[in-house]
């Protein structure tokens, strides 16, 4: 069974880069089932997603983000990271990796999700 | 962007009881190639990442207990809990997946009365 988990720096001043990894057990990123991805959520509020990567290095992002976003793999390491460029306040949230079928299974639900990892902009 | 718009914002049931969620999108995530709306429901505890209910408005999530249910069809969607227990209490969400970007309602909370 797949399991993810977040790790990365909790503290990120603003103007700089936020950088987070996720570490992926239980199944191969390389297959083709699953597209991988982040989603956040701001303290007391929303889900909000930010992008997704599938094996072959497609990616979809959140125009709302785009402009900052980059989701990469790493298949030697069995994971992938998230990087946020120029963070202000505003990108203060629990960041949580996920997992959403390839189609034509329910792509954009996000059946897996891993713990979370709380990132403040300060 | 399709907006997800939930109501109530929050609601408290007696134990037992039914609890009903609104959820109604800006425009049909209606699918035609499979002929199903493509809506997910979501349940987030204090502390925990959300967990994925239902998908295609109505198919429950393996070990999803059956006193959860979903409807609706192109614009409005409903999350039914038939007898709310105590370990419901909990944040719901909605989601469409018809395009991206993928987005949320913004919860309703449920509590016991």
């Known amino acids: 069974q797949l399991q993810l988990q977040e790790s990365g720096p909790g503290l990120v001043k603003p103007s700089e880069t936020l950088s987070l990894t996720c570490t992926v057990s239980g199944g191969s990123i390389s297959r083709g089932s699953y597209y991988w991805g982040w989603i956040r959520q701001p303290p007391g509020k929303g889900l909000e997603w930010i992008g997704t990567i599938f094996y072959s290095g497609t990616t979809f992002y959140n125009p709302s983000l785009k402009s900052r976003v980059t989701i990469s793999l790493n298949t030697s390491k069995n994971q992938f990271s998230l990087t946020l460029t120029s963070v202000t306040a505003a990108d203060t949230a629990v960041y949580y990796c996920t997992t959403t079928p390839a189609p034509p299974g329910s792509w954009g639900a996000f059946d897996i999700w891993g713990q979370g990892t709380m990132v403040t902009v300060s | 962007d399709i907006v997800m718009t939930q109501s109530p914002d929050s609601l408290a049931v007696s134990l037992g009881e039914r609890a009903t969620i609104n959820c109604k999108s800006s425009?049909?995530?209606?699918?035609?190639?499979?002929?199903?709306?493509?809506l997910a429901w979501y349940q987030q505890k204090p502390g925990q990442p959300p967990k994925l209910l239902i998908s295609w408005t109505s198919t429950r999530e393996s070990g999803v207990p059956d006193r959860f249910s979903g409807s609706g069809s192109g614009t409005d969607f409903t999350l039914t809990i038939s007898s709310l227990q105590a370990e419901d209490v909990a944040v719901y969400y909605c989601q469409q997946y018809y395009g991206t970007p993928w987005t949320f309602g913004q919860g309703t909370k449920v509590e016991i009365k």
């Open positions: 425009q049909s995530v209606f699918h035609s190639t499979n002929n199903k709306n493509r």
